[in-house]
C-alpha cells in the first residue's frame, strides 16, 4: 500500500470543473511529480490534498486514514504538508521566526529544536541569517527557508508546488540539489513542476497532467523519453 | 532656489489657510508669554520656521550662505504670500466668502501697525523666521535637539497653561510657581526665561550624561537592577495611584475619557493589531456593553436590578458572544470587505438600539437611565477621580492579558493570520477558531469598556455609540503604532487626551485631527511607539546587511 494514495478526486472551482477523476499515489521515501502545462490542474491537485480546496467525489488516503473529511489544519497536524506557490514566506518576520512558525503543530519544544537543527545543517545559509527579515532575502533564500519552513512541521509527505518558479537557472539547480538531499534523508516528497526538465531528473515517478486528467503516468525515465512528453513538456523535437 | 520656491509658497498657501478659516485669530485669544507673542502668531512663526527648516534640508550641496539664502527666501516667500492676503483683503471684502478674513485678523497679522507698515513688518518677520530655522538647520545636533525641546516646552506649557494654573493652585508650596511663572494670560517674561534656561540645561545635561547613566545602569549587576526597576515600577503605580487627588476634577475626567479609550484601544488591537482583521464596527461592542449592563442594573426598565459587579459578568460574555456572533458571518472577508461588512455591524447594533421596535427593553431615542454606580465596601465610584481607580484597574487587567496573548501560543497564531492566512493555515493554524477568538477577545475587552462608560455617565444613549467612535479607536491604534501595547496609550493621550484638554478649540478640532493623521502618516507611517515586528518593515534598510551576494556563494553556503 502506498503512503499516500488520491483516488479519483474532482474538485470545482464554482462552475468550473478542474480536476476530472485524477488518481495518483506516493510510496514512501519517493519523489513523484506531477508535469503539466499552465492550468492543468496541478497546484488545484495540491491544494486539493493539502485541505485548502475540498473534492466533490474521490478519496485521498495517508497511510490508509481519509484525508479528505479533515480541515487544512488538521491535514497538517497529520503529516501532509506544502511548501506554498510562490513561497510566501513571512517578509515581516526573521528566519527564524518563520521557521519557528512552520513548527506550529509540533507541541514538543525539544523536537522543534531538533527540526530546527535539521534545517539549519540542510541549509547552513539560514544559519548564518537567522536574525535577518525574511522579506529582504534573495529569491534562492527564500525557496530554502519556505521549504525549511515546512520542515519544520516533520511533514510524513511534503508537497512542493513550484519550488523552481522565478528563480534564475543557477539558483534552480541549487534548489534540486536539496530535493535530492532531502530524497537522500528519506523524505516523500510530491513535486508540482512546470521545468518538467529538472522535475523528471529527480523524480522516480511522474505523472502528466492535461486539462484536469492524468493523461500518462509511468517511471520517469521512460517518461524522459515518451515523445509526446518530449515534443510539450521537454521542448525537443 | 526651486525648493526654496516650492516650500516658500506651499508654507504660504498653509498659513493663509490658517488665516482664512480663523484659526490664527481664534487661537490669539491666548498669549503664550504674556504681551509678547500670541498663540495665533506663534502658529504662524511655527509654519515659517518649518518651511525654512525644510527649504534648508533640500538644499543640494552643502555651501552654507546658499542653505541660509534658500531657508531665508522661503520665509520671505510666506510672509509674503500672508502679505499678499493683507493686501487683498484690504481692498475687497472678502468676508462674503470667508467669514473669518474680518478687520481684526488683519489687525493681527499687521500687528496693529496698518496695512502698509505691516506688510513690511510680516515680509520681515518671515524672512527673520526661515533664516532663522536655517541657521538651526546649520547648527550641531547638540545644540538643535536642546533647542527644540526647550522652545517645545515653552510653547506646551503657554498652551496648557489653563491647566497647569489651577493644579498648580491646588498645592499651597507649588501655588507660588503660578505667580513667578504665569499673568492671567499667558507666560511672564521672568518665567518663560527661567523656564528655557531650566529646560536647557536639564536637556543638555542628559544630551551628554545621559548615555553614562544609561550604560551605567546597564553594567550594574542584575540585582541591583532589578531593585531599581522594581522601585521605578512602584513609583510608576504611586503616580498613578494618587493622580486624580493631584490634578483635580477636570484633569480627572480627561483622564478617564483617556483610559476608556485606552481600553477600547487594547482590545481592538487584538483585532487588528494582532490578529490583522480590519474591523470598523467595534462601537458595537462598546455599546452592547453599556447597554447590557443598563438592562441588567437600571430600575427605570425594571427586569432585573443587580448590582454593577452582579451584572459584570454577564456583560462580558455577552461581548464574547456578539463576538463570536459577528465574526462568524465575515470569517471569510478579507481587507476591504471585512472593514465594509464590520462598518455594517456597528450600524445595524445602533439602529437597533435606536427602534422603536425595541423601545420597551432599549430605551429608544431616549436610553435608559438610573444606572447605579459601581462600589466596593461602601466605597462608590462616583465621580471621575473615583471612576478613574475602576478604569486605572481595568486597563491594568487588559494590558496584562494583552501581554500574555501577545507571547502565547494563539499569540503567535494571530501574528502568522495577520501576515499571510493562506500559509497561517498550510503551517497548521485553525483558522476559524484563531479568527472568532481575536474578535472575542476584542469584543470581551470592548463590552468591560461599555460597562464602565455607562456606569460612569448613568444612562445609555443611542447616539454616544456612533461610528466616530469606531474610527477614532482605529486611528488610535494607527497613531500609536499596530499591535503596540504601549502604543494604544499614547495614541489615545495624543488623539484623545489632547483635545480634551484644548476644548476651546474644538472648533478645529476635526481639522487638527485630520492634519495630525496626514502628518504621520507622511513622517512615521509605524505609528508613535511601534511594535518591533513594524518597526522592521520601515527600517529594514538598517538591519539588512549583506544582501546583494552572488548567487554562486549559495552553492559554497
Redesign the interface.
Known sequence: MALLEIENIHTYYGHIHALKGVSLDVDKGEIVTLIGANGAGKSTMLKTT?G?LRPRQGSIHLEGEDLTCY???QI??KGV??V?EGR??????TVRENL???A??IPDAGLIQSNLERVYNLF??LR?RQ???G??L?G??QQMLATG?ALM?NPSVLLMDEPSMGL?P??VD?IFDTIRQLHADGTTILLVEQNARMALQVASRGYVLQSGTVVLSDSAENLRRNEMVRQAYLGES | MRQALKVGLIGGIVAVLLSLIGMVEAFSQRDIIARVISMGHTLLVIVALFMGYLAAKRTPGKGSLRVLANSFISGLIVGGLVSLLVIVGSLINLRKVFVNAMPVLYELLTFKQGTQIGVFLLLGAGALSGALAGLFFLSPKLLRRVLLISLGSIVSVGVLQDLLRPTFALWGPLAIINEWLFTANGLTIRGAIGLFIMITAASLFWSTKGETIQTGFRNLPTAPQRILKITGILALVFILLILPQVLGLFLSEVFTIVGLYVLLGLGLNIVVGYAGLLDLGYVAFFAIGSYTIAILTSPELGFFSLTFWEALPFVIVMGVISGVLLGTPVLKMRGDYLAIATLGFGEIIRILVLSDFLRPWLGGAQGIGKIPKASILGYEFAGPQQIYYLILAGCLLVIFISLRLRDSRLGRAWMAVREDEDVAQAMGINLVATKLLAFATGAGFSALSGAIFASKLGSVYPHSFNVMISINIVCVIIVGGMGSIPGVIVGAIALVGLPELLREFAEYRLFVYGAALVAMMLLRPEGLWPEAVHRREFHEEKENQAESESPLKLKSG
Open positions: 493539502s485548502l480541515r487544512p489544519h497538517v497536524a504538508v506544502q506554498p510566501r514566506i513571512f517578509g515581516r518576520l519557528e512558525m512552520g506550529f503543530a547552513p545559509r548564518e536574525k535577518q527579515v522579506g529582504t534573495s534562492g533564500e519552513r512541521a534564475a543557477v539558483l541549487i
